[in-house]
């Protein structure tokens, strides 16, 4: 045992004095010869994006863009009963009674301040978190503050950091590569000052972290215990324990100190029988080391009474001492940081028509997103041998689930693993990616920072695999799963999703100039750090470069749409043109791959069902190709594309208008095989116009259509457009999930197509159908900016939709993926011109 410690240590030395020579060499080099502007801008993204809180899932879980590397977060307990540790934070859980808990001034290159007023704990904290100017170092500041009427409440504080170091050297004996080691004289009793660790690993270096006790200028106050407690259990000092910890179970670190904690309370109970009055919770729950353990997964304990703050600072030991964070400088760094975010919202958000209030709720709408971006690296589980949808659908089948349900369960194997950076749609409820929703979380990152948008799509585009697929929930490795009930974590290569990051693309293409990429911008590496964020878009190389890379991709997505979802047309006489398409997967009440779930279809299910919103989802990702095709200077691919665009048009047309209903509708075949149309008038019913497939000169369809939105009886709400008619048999039936609530997303889409059509169709347009247009538009703005808003003052929270009746919150609490979009509709015009 001491032989390998030393052999560890040596390693250890080894290691550093390596990694330093080689930070040195590389920093000489890099000094005399700057890359190629593509090659330094993606050193400069890389170091600017490296850290983050990308373990969005929890309260604080910070980590680096690196597979199997440091995490770190924050946990926290009451102490005041022995009720208290049962309610430990740490993942962000819907359940938990907060007030508030939201990053409110956040910038991913930068870092921001956190918010949480936890009402089960009783105190309010503020979490800062701010990285240095070459993105390699990071500090934290934490604060509490106690509600009134609980000045003395008595607070447990946990930081945990944990490497994940081990590796497979020979495919069965296990390497530690890693290092992470106390580097202070090892104390049983506790620590009275600074708590230092430091460590190793092949991507960081060398490293240290170090955790203060917040310093002269705090007034901390640990509380006191009974005479004659043990000294190991001393609240006034600081407790740390760590152990070895293989990498598939760093995660689980709450589950582990649980697990600690309740070894030493019952050894404490059981030696002390009859002196359990000197054991409060605040010193029984101080952690012990009591098996001598230490390894890769580290604890450090402080217990606090009332207010409270203490530091904690993360250094690249390889950074120049200009990069690196001291106790002392770290309030001027937040203070830095906090401004630099402020003047960078209001600079890409013009808000001032709005009160103060109003502009800090657009801001964490903003941050609340930005909070939600996350790192994700693991395997996931696929089913490739199943056959969701044959020829006949199979009602209540041995082989399928009982009821309604025509889907065999899903029996997945582990595929990857693979790594996604992403934005998520709610840190407490859905803390993982999502297909349909991240092209709507793109959408406000469009403007603040486009290099970080296409980043994030390059790492979707990423996970497409040989057969042109992309799992439309992305749940990556064990922590991921276990947030996810087991009938929801399998995926099937045979179900798709609405491919939203092509309608993002879409609007960056059409928002960017028209470069010509041989024309490269030469900029130097000051111009780069400067303009970072907006890189690309104002460097035509850089953009004909991303382009070129994705292309090929995009094109294999675009063809497995195009062959698993295609719909039946010469089958049933619906004439030559062939581009329908049929949503795969759906059961008779839901239709998880249109991501509007419950949203009534044709019954009874067949397989001549048509889904007017899928064939637009083909439009935009035909018009999005189309554009990348002409910049690329594709000519053949771009003919082709914008042929199957038109054709797509032209089919939205003939095959689901209704005169009848003034309509565009889904469409099945009745007892005779002949072509029907199936009306549910609602989010299916305004695709094409939410997805301008609408030709301009179709002023009739585009009137039918504004009547419908801004019909009472039909769709129009004081709280935003329904997802379903009033007047539909089904409006607010079952489980009422897009059967009547207002969904901010799809809302957004529709003031955003006011506004085009408002625009395009004047050369057709009737003065009548432009008035309406325009009362529509600046009424349903309102109204929803109104009720947003009001809602988030009243809870704290914005939410994944709202009660179209009465404009209450529903669903999933601190929605801020697409949600934040009515950030976008504050910066809206009040009026059409």
């Given at each position: 045992?001491?032989?390998?410690?030393?052999?560890?240590?040596?390693?250890?030395?080894?290691?550093?004095?390596?990694?330093?020579?080689?930070?040195?060499?590389?920093?000489?080099?890099?000094?005399?010869?700057?890359?190629?502007?593509?090659?330094?801008?993606?050193?400069?993204?890389?170091?600017?994006?490296?850290?983050?809180?990308?373990?969005?899932?929890?309260?604080?879980?910070?980590?680096?863009?690196?597979?199997?590397?440091?995490?770190?977060?924050?946990?926290?307990?009451?102490?005041?009963?022995?009720?208290?540790?049962g309610q430990a934070r740490d993942f962000y859980e819907q359940g938990d009674k907060m007030a508030r808990a939201n990053w409110v001034q956040f910038d991913p290159r930068l870092g921001g301040r956190q918010v949480i007023h936890d009402n089960d704990c009783h105190i309010n904290i503020?979490?800062?978190?701010?990285?240095?100017?070459?993105?390699?170092?990071?500090?934290?500041?934490?604060?509490?503050?106690?509600?009134?009427?609980?000045?003395?409440?008595?607070?447990?504080?946990?930081?945990?950091?944990?490497?994940?170091?081990?590796?497979?050297?020979?495919?069965?004996?296990?390497?530690?590569e890693g290092v992470l080691k106390l580097d202070i004289p090892r104390n049983e009793n506790g620590y009275k000052g600074t708590v230092k660790l430091s460590g190793f690993s092949e991507e960081l270096g060398?490293?240290?972290?170090?955790?203060?006790?917040?310093?002269?200028?705090?007034?901390?106050?640990?509380?006191?215990?009974?005479?004659?407690?043990?000294?190991?259990?001393?609240?006034?000092?600081?407790?740390?324990?760590?152990?070895?910890?293989?990498?598939?179970?760093?995660?689980?670190?709450?589950?582990?100190?649980?697990?600690?904690?309740?070894?030493?309370?019952?050894?404490?109970?059981?030696?002390?029988?009859?002196?359990?009055?000197?054991?409060?919770?605040?010193?029984?729950?101080?952690?012990?080391?009591?098996?001598?353990?230490?390894?890769?997964?580290?604890?450090?304990?402080?217990?606090?009474?009332?207010?409270a703050e203490f530091d904690v600072i993360y250094t690249d030991v390889a950074s120049p001492p200009t990069e690196r964070f001291t106790f002392e400088t770290i309030q001027s760094r937040i203070d830095e940081v906090l401004s630099r975010v402020n003047r960078k919202f209001r600079e890409n958000f013009q808000l001032h028509k709005f009160s103060d209030r109003q502009q800090e709720f657009g801001q964490e709408m903003l941050s609340g997103l930005l909070g939600g971006l996350s790192y994700f690296y693991g395997d996931q589980l696929v089913d490739r041998q199943?056959?969701?949808?044959?020829?006949?659908?199979?009602?209540?089948?041995?082989?399928?689930?009982?009821?309604?349900?025509?889907?065999?369960?899903?029996?997945?194997?582990?595929?990857?693993?693979?790594?996604?950076?992403?934005?998520?749609?709610?840190?407490?409820?859905?803390?993982?990616?999502?297909?349909?929703?991240?092209?709507?979380?793109?959408?406000?990152?469009?403007?603040?920072?486009?290099d970080l948008a296409l980043e994030i799509i390059k790492s979707w585009f990423n996970l497409i695999d040989d057969d042109g697929w992309i799992a439309r929930e992305q749940i990556l490795g064990a922590e991921s799963r276990s947030r996810v009930p087991a009938e929801f974590q399998v995926q099937s290569p045979a179900i798709v999703n609405p491919p939203t990051l092509m309608l993002a693309f879409t609007y960056l293409l059409d928002s960017s100039q028209r470069y010509k990429f041989d024309e490269a911008v030469d900029l130097g590496e000051g111009d780069l750090k400067s303009d970072i964020g907006q890189v690309v878009?104002?460097?035509?190389?850089?953009?004909?470069?991303?382009?070129?890379?994705?292309?090929?991709?995009?094109?294999?997505?675009?063809d497995m749409f195009r062959r698993t979802q295609q719909g039946s047309v010469e089958e049933f006489n619906r004439g030559q043109n062939k581009e329908a398409y049929r949503w795969r997967g759906r059961t008779v009440s839901h239709s998880l791959a249109s991501g509007i779930d419950d949203y009534p279809r044709p019954l009874p299910l067949d397989v001549a069902e048509l889904n007017v919103d899928l064939l637009c989802w083909m439009g935009v990702m035909t018009r999005s190709i189309r554009m990348i095709a002409g910049i690329l200077e594709l000519k053949e691919d771009e003919q082709h594309f914008a042929k199957v665009e038109s054709d797509i048009i032209d089919n939205l047309a003939a095959l689901h208008w209704s005169e009848e209903h003034k309509a565009y509708c889904d469409a099945s075949v009745d007892d005779d095989d002949e072509h029907i149309l199936v009306c549910h008038k609602g989010y299916v019913s305004l695709f094409p116009f939410l997805t301008k497939m609408v030709p301009a000169e179709s002023v009739d369809k585009i009137e039918s259509i504004v009547d419908n939105l801004t019909d009472p009886e039909e769709l129009w709400s004081d709280?935003?457009?329904?997802?379903?008619?009033?007047?539909?048999?089904?409006?607010?039936?079952?489980?009422?999930?897009?059967?009547?609530?207002?969904?901010?997303?799809?809302?957004?889409?529709?003031?955003?197509?006011?506004?085009?059509?408002?625009?395009?169709?004047?050369?057709?347009?009737?003065?009548?159908?432009?008035?309406?247009?325009?009362?529509?538009?600046?009424?349903?703005?309102?109204?929803?900016?109104?009720?947003?808003?009001q809602q988030w003052e009243k809870t704290g929270f914005v939410w994944e939709s709202y009660d179209d009746q009465t404009g209450a919150n529903k669903g999933a609490k601190n929605f801020l993926g697409w949600t934040s979009t009515v950030l976008l509709m504050m910066e809206m015009p009040e009026k059409l011109d």
């Amino acid at each position: 045992m001491l032989v390998a410690t030393i052999y560890q240590y040596l390693f250890f030395l080894l290691a550093t004095v390596w990694a330093i020579q080689e930070q040195d060499e590389f920093d000489l080099i890099r000094d005399q010869h700057f890359e190629d502007d593509d090659a330094s801008y993606e050193r400069l993204s890389h170091d600017s994006l490296l850290w983050g809180p990308y373990n969005s899932g929890r309260y604080l879980g910070i980590r680096p863009r690196i597979p199997e590397s440091l995490l770190s977060g924050l946990m926290w307990f009451n102490v005041d009963s022995q009720l208290g540790v049962g309610q430990a934070r740490d993942f962000y859980e819907q359940g938990d009674k907060m007030a508030r808990a939201n990053w409110v001034q956040f910038d991913p290159r930068l870092g921001g301040r956190q918010v949480i007023h936890d009402n089960d704990c009783h105190i309010n904290i503020t979490i800062d978190f701010v990285k240095s100017e070459n993105g390699r170092n990071w500090a934290v500041k934490i604060k509490s503050v106690p509600h009134a009427g609980h000045e003395s409440v008595k607070t447990s504080f946990v930081w945990y950091s944990g490497l994940q170091g081990e590796r497979k050297s020979d495919g069965t004996n296990v390497a530690n590569e890693g290092v992470l080691k106390l580097d202070i004289p090892r104390n049983e009793n506790g620590y009275k000052g600074t708590v230092k660790l430091s460590g190793f690993s092949e991507e960081l270096g060398l490293f240290e972290i170090k955790i203060n006790d917040g310093g002269d200028h705090t007034k901390n106050k640990h509380p006191s215990a009974p005479k004659g407690t043990m000294k190991a259990l001393n609240p006034k000092r600081t407790h740390h324990l760590s152990l070895r910890v293989p990498n598939p179970s760093v995660w689980q670190n709450r589950g582990i100190f649980m697990t600690l904690l309740k070894d030493s309370v019952q050894d404490i109970l059981s030696t002390y029988a009859e002196e359990t009055d000197k054991f409060p919770p605040h010193v029984v729950y101080n952690i012990r080391n009591m098996n001598n353990y230490e390894g890769n997964l580290h604890f450090v304990q402080k217990m606090f009474e009332g207010e409270a703050e203490f530091d904690v600072i993360y250094t690249d030991v390889a950074s120049p001492p200009t990069e690196r964070f001291t106790f002392e400088t770290i309030q001027s760094r937040i203070d830095e940081v906090l401004s630099r975010v402020n003047r960078k919202f209001r600079e890409n958000f013009q808000l001032h028509k709005f009160s103060d209030r109003q502009q800090e709720f657009g801001q964490e709408m903003l941050s609340g997103l930005l909070g939600g971006l996350s790192y994700f690296y693991g395997d996931q589980l696929v089913d490739r041998q199943s056959a969701i949808d044959a020829d006949e659908f199979l009602v209540n089948d041995d082989d399928f689930d009982d009821g309604e349900t025509e889907i065999p369960k899903l029996k997945g194997d582990l595929e990857g693993p693979y790594e996604l950076f992403t934005l998520v749609p709610s840190r407490p409820f859905f803390p993982r990616g999502f297909y349909w929703d991240e092209g709507f979380h793109l959408l406000p990152l469009l403007k603040y920072d486009s290099d970080l948008a296409l980043e994030i799509i390059k790492s979707w585009f990423n996970l497409i695999d040989d057969d042109g697929w992309i799992a439309r929930e992305q749940i990556l490795g064990a922590e991921s799963r276990s947030r996810v009930p087991a009938e929801f974590q399998v995926q099937s290569p045979a179900i798709v999703n609405p491919p939203t990051l092509m309608l993002a693309f879409t609007y960056l293409l059409d928002s960017s100039q028209r470069y010509k990429f041989d024309e490269a911008v030469d900029l130097g590496e000051g111009d780069l750090k400067s303009d970072i964020g907006q890189v690309v878009l104002n460097n035509p190389e850089m953009l004909a470069n991303y382009t070129r890379q994705i292309y090929p991709k995009l094109k294999s997505h675009f063809d497995m749409f195009r062959r698993t979802q295609q719909g039946s047309v010469e089958e049933f006489n619906r004439g030559q043109n062939k581009e329908a398409y049929r949503w795969r997967g759906r059961t008779v009440s839901h239709s998880l791959a249109s991501g509007i779930d419950d949203y009534p279809r044709p019954l009874p299910l067949d397989v001549a069902e048509l889904n007017v919103d899928l064939l637009c989802w083909m439009g935009v990702m035909t018009r999005s190709i189309r554009m990348i095709a002409g910049i690329l200077e594709l000519k053949e691919d771009e003919q082709h594309f914008a042929k199957v665009e038109s054709d797509i048009i032209d089919n939205l047309a003939a095959l689901h208008w209704s005169e009848e209903h003034k309509a565009y509708c889904d469409a099945s075949v009745d007892d005779d095989d002949e072509h029907i149309l199936v009306c549910h008038k609602g989010y299916v019913s305004l695709f094409p116009f939410l997805t301008k497939m609408v030709p301009a000169e179709s002023v009739d369809k585009i009137e039918s259509i504004v009547d419908n939105l801004t019909d009472p009886e039909e769709l129009w709400s004081d709280y935003g457009i329904r997802s379903l008619s009033k007047a539909d048999e089904f409006y607010r039936t079952g489980e009422n999930y897009w059967r009547a609530p207002v969904w901010i997303n799809i809302n957004y889409l529709i003031l955003e197509n006011l506004q085009h059509y408002h625009e395009i169709t004047k050369p057709y347009a009737s003065r009548q159908l432009k008035e309406k247009i325009e009362m529509a538009y600046s009424e349903l703005r309102q109204n929803l900016i109104k009720n947003v808003y009001q809602q988030w003052e009243k809870t704290g929270f914005v939410w994944e939709s709202y009660d179209d009746q009465t404009g209450a919150n529903k669903g999933a609490k601190n929605f801020l993926g697409w949600t934040s979009t009515v950030l976008l509709m504050m910066e809206m015009p009040e009026k059409l011109d």
